[in-house]
């Protein structure tokens, strides 16, 4: 149990374009999600907290308007980049817990290319 | 600003071998300390989380340590096999809101 699944797992897109990426929590009802961007040999940066049905609450640094997160139901998330650029390029992994646990679950990370 | 470093960033030992993951943080207020591993296209799976009122836990070949006081965590492998070849992640949390601050992580390669 537990599962969290991301979509796409990879994706090259060309700057300037938008890019959305999902999380689902598959068996179990996630009101809390996390998104992450990891680049090589770093740390993971969380981003962003989601809580299901309001709005996101988004690190310091982190631009909300360039990473639009959407939370609208108990098993999905979106993290839309928008007018990506290069430096956007990164691994993008969302964590999902459900209501009164304490665990968080991850996805398995999407690859995001801007050219 | 809590800070976690692991120390090495990459290790390579032969099959059998034991070893020892470290990490560090700089900040000893912690609420817990959890070790993950993470293969590539694959999710980050956690593998034993320390409390801070808590010394060591162990799972199987796995031993992870805590030190509050020196700000240091290890990680013991026992009989380390090739399919323990993967990235080892530290994290802490500053409070019961299980916030992640994270390690950069150890690339640990076993040979066969």
């Known amino acids: 149990g537990a599962v969290v699944s991301q979509h796409p797992s990879w994706v090259i897109c060309k700057s300037g374009t938008s890019v959305k990426i999902e999380c689902r929590s598959l068996?179990?009802?996630?009101?809390?999600m996390f998104w992450y961007r990891q680049f090589p040999k770093q740390s993971l940066m969380l981003m962003a907290t989601s809580n299901e049905g309001s709005k996101a609450t988004y690190e310091q640094g982190v631009e909300k308007d360039k990473f639009l997160i959407n939370h609208a139901s108990l098993t999905l998330s979106t993290l839309t980049v928008t007018s990506a650029h290069p430096e956007d390029s990164s691994f993008y992994i969302c964590?999902?817990?459900?209501?009164?646990?304490?665990?968080?679950?991850f996805g398995p990370g999407t690859r995001l290319t801007v050219t | 600003k809590q800070e976690v470093t692991q120390i090495p960033a990459a290790l390579s030992v032969p099959e059998g071998e034991n070893l020892v993951l470290n990490c560090s943080f700089t900040?000893?207020?912690?609420?817990?300390l959890q070790w993950f591993r993470q293969d590539p296209g694959k999710g980050l799976t956690s593998l034993l989380l320390?409390?801070?009122s808590q010394r060591e836990q162990t799972s199987g070949r796995l031993n992870a340590s805590l030190d509050k006081s020196s700000g240091r965590s290890t990680l013991y492998i026992a009989a380390s096999q090739p399919g323990d070849s993967a990235t080892y992640l530290c994290?802490?949390?500053?409070?019961?809101?299980?916030?992640?601050?994270w390690g950069a992580g150890t690339k640990l390669i076993i040979k066969p």
């Open positions: 068996d179990f009802q996630a009101t809390t």
């Open positions: 994290a802490v949390s500053p409070d019961s809101n299980y916030q992640l601050i």
């Open positions: 964590s999902a817990r459900a209501a009164g646990a304490y665990e968080q679950y």
């Open positions: 900040d000893s207020a912690i609420y817990n």
């Open positions: 320390i409390q801070s």
